[in-house]
């Protein structure tokens, strides 16, 4: 965030003077002319409209609305929708013209620019110097992804666009009172003289989890690493828009998440059933292997006995050396094995585990084992029935007081920075199958990590102290403080 400057605080342009002795005045000039750029804009645009309307009908308007938003909603509902006004009226004026549709629905009399461009051929006479710099600027520029890079809170904000790559400075009063750096934004940045604002803005702020996305939009039709030019994004306004609203149709219905253990396998809860044909005591004995990093002696002495000292009921946890999701893990719980006098009860949280435990039990069983039966549920059934276990309020409030001992706050500090030493060199999906530490390599790849870090740090907001990602330790340790090539 960045504070304005009151009168009497040294100037921001470094001069040493007083802010009211220096830049005061123009800042003043320039918020006038700001004034100046949104009245033209709020005269020129209910009137492009009408003009659209009346020389190419309401059917021209449909077709416009059916390619922005689709079908779902029929244009006589369409101003209701949040996003018609402000952001599909731009778009339509500065952008849409007869070939962003299908050549079987277009009409001989449509226009093969936009609108607004029309407008301004046909009024320029009529329009004063500052209406037709401001028409000019907004037919040039793309409407496009812009992610927020600084906050002037009540002034301005100065952004980045994926797609081209340009920075500016925009003064925007309301927005920059809620933005936060690492927000994405749909939007026109329209300049005129000193001054840029934002124009045809999407109603929605976009969570930097779709930085990486918008990225491999923009690889979708550009080289690797390489920016679109203004022209470019232009001609990319029909995939622009479509690709905004299929985000905000993920915001207003997001996807439940693939769930997957440390294999990469679907969550899928699973009960083995196998009946026993020799004791619970010899069945432990052959099984215990499986239990890596425990010690048959402790799991005895947690077992059940009946009064002549046999075992009767014993649990093996089902344990392997080390994660290779999690390089830091010394050991991964696979499931767990509940033997009770003839009954064996063998729960495991994906099919794939189910198959692999099955096959560990026959080889180390043999004919002392039956298979029952094997019961799954899908974690969409489990989440919809809401059957997890609930937290009385004793045991919430112990669970708290055990999460707030030092010891155990310092475990979980000690945790979280082996997990994310670790992930310096995992490979990462996000990042095309390579490690962080290849990722900061290349202009590319640092441009998506910024993009993950971003992410990291917005989510990171709900998480405790000790949770936390030390985002500043993980950019320094990759070097995303250094220009590329120089040496940290």
């Known amino acids: 965030m960045i504070a304005a400057p009151g009168r009497n605080d040294p100037c921001p342009c470094g001069s040493g003077r007083k802010y009211k002795q220096c830049h005061l005045q123009a800042d003043r000039d320039i918020d006038l002319h700001w004034r100046h750029v949104r009245e033209a804009e709020g ?104 992610v927020v890079t600084a906050v002037a809170p009540g002034r301005s904000l100065d952004l980045r666009d994926v797609l081209t790559g340009r920075t500016c400075r925009v003064l925007e009063r309301s927005a920059s009172m809620s933005l936060e750096p690492s927000a994405l934004l749909l939007a026109r940045i329209v300049s005129v003289g000193d001054v840029s604002i934002m124009v045809g803005a999407g109603g929605w702020v976009v969570p930097p989890a779709f930085h990486n996305p918008i990225i491999a939009f923009r690889e979708g039709h550009a080289p690797r690493g390489a920016m679109l030019d203004d022209e470019a994004v232009r001609a990319l306004h029909v995939e622009v828009a479509q690709f905004y609203r299929d985000i905000v149709d993920e915001l207003m219905t997001p996807r439940p998440p693939k769930l997957v253990n440390t294999d990469g396998d679907p969550i899928a809860p699973t009960e083995v059933h196998v009946e026993l044909r020799c004791t619970p005591r010899e069945a432990f004995d052959r099984l215990v292997t499986l239990a890596y990093g425990s010690d048959a002696d402790s799991l005895l002495a947690d077992a059940t006995v009946d009064r002549a000292g046999n075992v009767t009921a014993v649990t093996v946890p089902w344990s392997v050396a080390g994660n290779r999701m999690h390089r830091e893990w010394e050991n991964t719980s696979l499931g767990t094995i509940e033997i009770k006098k003839r009954r064996m009860t063998i729960s495991v949280n994906s099919e794939r585990r189910a198959k692999k435990i099955r096959s560990l039990v026959a080889k180390r069983l043999g004919a002392d084992a039956l298979f029952v039966r094997q019961q799954v549920q899908s974690i969409e059934a489990l989440l919809e029935k809401g059957d997890g276990p609930r937290m009385s309020a004793r045991e919430r409030a112990a669970n708290e007081a055990l999460q707030a001992r030092p010891e155990v706050r310092a475990m979980m500090r000690e945790m979280g920075e082996r997990h994310w030493a670790a992930w310096l060199d995992g490979k990462v999906p996000a990042l095309g199958n390579v490690t962080p530490l290849e990722a900061a390599k290349s202009r590319a790849g640092r441009e998506r990590l910024e993009g993950l870090l971003a992410d990291f740090a917005w989510r990171a907001k709900d998480m405790s102290p000790e949770q936390r990602p030390d985002i500043a330790g993980i950019r320094s340790a990759l070097g995303l403080d250094h220009p590329l090539g120089d040496e940290p």
């Open 43 to 146: 005269k020129l645009v209910p009137e492009m409209l009408a003009y659209a309307l009346d020389r190419w009908g309401e059917s021209y308007v449909e077709a416009a609305w059916t390619t922005f938003a689709g079908d779902a909603i029929p244009l006589a509902d369409a101003p209701a929708d949040r996003e018609f006004d402000t952001t599909f009226v731009p778009w339509f004026l500065f952008d849409f013209h007869s070939e962003s549709v299908q050549r079987r629905t277009r009409r001989r009399e449509w226009p093969g620019r936009p609108a607004a461009r029309e407008y301004l051929e046909e009024h320029r006479s009529d329009l004063s110097s500052l209406e037709v710099r401001y028409l000019e600027s907004a037919l040039s520029r793309p409407l496009s992804f812009v």
